[in-house]
């Protein structure tokens, strides 16, 4: 059985065609946990009518409100498959989206897909996550995806499937940690590994009230600042795993924590620009060096 945790908060607009969505897959063996974080529009009304309906629903509403990245460590925590899947409450999977993560998850402890952008209507934006990320190839040594995932992500919450088994290790969810979806898929990574698949297996919507925000890529919007804390990541990663790291895995965490720490420290920042210098191809996924001095610009003058 493969458990499917979502979580909703004022997601009235566009929960029925989700849920919709998941009721049809192709992969019928599974139990859908829902928890809503308190939403004061129709949302949990609109929930109530389909546990009836399916018993393969279980709903539950919280008492105060958690915020996503709890409101999910909570409904993974009340799933009781070998397998797990989270779902965002606006999406729309295809009907073979748990399917295709299932053929495709292998040996490894977590797997992604890619997911094709849409507006507010659900008309198609032209591009996807794997184009906004700018990922030009994905390398099939383990290592390699490790190494990226310590620097960069391109694990999408709502694109994975992932063994239970390596909750053991990622929950509790750190306190430091912004995104879980990162934080998981660092844990699968070090343990048997993550696979990234080509093919998008769901719509992912853009509208006022995402989370993150994705647009398509700039040269200018590249040099955002990024508020997720990698330095805090990586070192809880180092904590949580230490004893157990593969051949080669820990001395990539510690260049890495050495590199983010300088980040937070220093106004220029010489070492962490030529780490990425050394390393372009493995942190960014590209083949050609295109961007490789504005890049080393952006680190060294600290615009991250």
Same mark, same amino acid.
């Given at each position: 059985m ?6 909703t908060f =004022? ?6 065609e989700?849920?919709e969505?998941i ?12 928890i809503?974080?308190?939403?004061y529009?129709?949302?949990y ?6 546990i009836?309906s399916?018993?393969r ?5 919280n008492k ?5 990245k709890?409101?999910?460590?909570k409904?993974i ?28 998850i292998?040996d490894k402890s977590?797997?992604?897909s890619?997911?094709?952008?849409i ?6 934006? =032209? ?6 990320? %700018? ?6 040594d383990d290592l ?7 620097y960069e992500n391109?694990a ?11 909750l053991?290790e990622?929950?509790?969810i750190p ?5 879980h979806d990162?934080?998981?898929?660092l844990i699968?990574?070090? =343990?048997e ?11 992912y %919507?853009?509208?006022?009230l995402?989370?993150?925000?994705? @647009?398509?890529?700039?040269?200018l919007r590249?040099?955002r600042r990024?508020k ?15 004893l ?12 890495a ?16 620009a030529i780490?990425v ?6 942190i960014y996924?590209?083949?050609?060096? @295109?961007l490789?001095?504005? %890049?080393f610009?952006?680190v ?5």
């Amino acid at each position: 059985m493969i458990s499917i945790a979502m979580t909703t908060f =004022n997601g009235e607009k566009y929960i029925q065609e989700q849920l919709e969505s998941i009721l049809r897959q192709t992969y019928s063996d599974f139990e859908l946990i829902i928890i809503d974080d308190c939403s004061y529009d129709k949302t949990y009304s609109l929930l109530k009518k389909y546990i009836n309906s399916d018993d393969r629903i279980s709903l539950y509403q919280n008492k105060v409100n958690l915020g996503f990245k709890k409101n999910f460590e909570k409904a993974i925590n009340l799933c009781k498959g070998e397998y797990i899947a989270l779902s965002d409450q606006d999406d729309i999977w295809s009907c073979d989206h748990l399917q295709y993560l299932f053929d495709n998850i292998g040996d490894k402890s977590l797997v992604c897909s890619n997911a094709d952008l849409i507006n507010n209507d659900g008309l198609s934006l =032209n591009i996807s996550m794997r184009e906004i990320l %700018r990922i030009e190839f994905t390398p099939n040594d383990d290592l390699r995806i490790f190494k990226h995932l310590l620097y960069e992500n391109f694990a999408q919450g709502a694109t994975m499937l992932f063994k239970k088994k390596i909750l053991d290790e990622a929950f509790p969810i750190p306190e430091t940690i912004m995104f879980h979806d990162h934080w998981l898929a660092l844990i699968a990574a070090a =343990n048997e590994g993550v696979r990234l698949l080509d093919k998008s297996t769901i719509r992912y %919507r853009q509208h006022e009230l995402n989370i993150t925000e994705n @647009r398509k890529w700039s040269f200018l919007r590249s040099f955002r600042r990024d508020k997720s804390n990698k330095y805090h990541l990586c070192n809880e990663l180092f904590n949580r795993v230490q004893l157990k790291f593969k051949s080669g895995y820990r001395e990539e965490v510690e260049a890495a924590i050495k590199h983010h720490q300088e980040l937070s420290k220093n106004k220029y920042h010489v070492f962490a620009a030529i780490h990425v210098a050394k390393n372009y191809h493995d942190i960014y996924w590209v083949k050609s060096k @295109r961007l490789l001095i504005p %890049r080393f610009l952006k680190v060294l003058f600290g615009m991250i």
